[in-house]
């Protein structure tokens, strides 16, 4: 289920598919598909030629040779011409049928490219934009467990939103300064905000003590009315990750498998740091990452690909289940 975007060069992806942006043709080029035919060697281009072309939109499946990966599935996505001319259909159309190619072939894990964001001059954000959607929607919609990877080449290229990069970026400046004024104002209460916070702190393990993680996060889910399946993929997390939480009462996730499902249940920024802390953990105002999540959470935007979009552009650790590819 989870879909994850990482750094890296895709032909040393060992997940069981990795695709190829190709040209009509099949017969090799430039970028990724000169690097992935370069890694595999002469066999694959031997194969695709009996393949006879590929249609635009279209995907076509071989095998992979001397690469890590099973599979290399080829998609030829649009060439940009200003995006009148159907190119965002032609291009989810790569994602589709890419997937339903490494569905039908039982893979595991699948390795795309930033299709058509290289010489076919789609524009990176545009291009990201449709990615994610596009794979989101299939892994919600599929019963399959298949983990996804878009892989980003050059961390340059790498362009999202300008306007929600520049909200974030603004919110985790100014609350990083608030945290160093807060600190130096700390020393004039300290002592009556320690014995304040000695007692909410008993009051709260008192009444909250007997549940644990586990069983609050499930307690959660029966009161939002969501099913254990739309909750872990809404969170980013494996199926089989989400069967370990639920059968074992004691089971201590990640920090950022936590905040995947804060995400998903849709939690205020309070409800949040009880769920963290049942793991164990609280939001930090001098991490990063954390005060990106609490953004999103005091904005009450719950898309977690948007939010891991954001935390790879600030090189900041993805929330959801992540096995590097
Ligand atoms: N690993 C991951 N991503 C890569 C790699 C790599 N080894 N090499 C390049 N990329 C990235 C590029 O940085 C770009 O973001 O892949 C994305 C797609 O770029 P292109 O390879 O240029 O593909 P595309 O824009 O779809 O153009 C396809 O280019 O190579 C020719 O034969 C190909 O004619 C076809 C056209």
Redesign the pocket.
Known sequence: MPLFIIQG???RSDCDAIVN???NSLL????????IHRAAGPELLNECRTLHGCDTGEAKITGAYNLDAKYVIHTV?PIWRGGNRGEEELLRSCYRNSLKLAVEHECKSVAF????????G?PFDEALEVAVSEISSFLNSSQDDLTVYI?I??KR?YKISRELFDDVNKYVKDRMVFKEHRFMCMGMNAAADACAADSSVEEFVKTHIDESFSRMLLRLIDEKGMTDVECYKKANIDRKLFSKIRSNESYHPKKTTVLGFAIALKLTLDETDELLMKAGYALSDSNCGDLVVEYFLNNRIYDINKINEVLFAMDQELIGEYYPA
């Open positions: 060069d895709i032909t942006a190709a040209n090799g080029g430039g970028g990724v598909d000169g690097a996505g490219p930033m299709i058509s964001a290289g010489v076919y789609y892989t080449f050059s290229d």
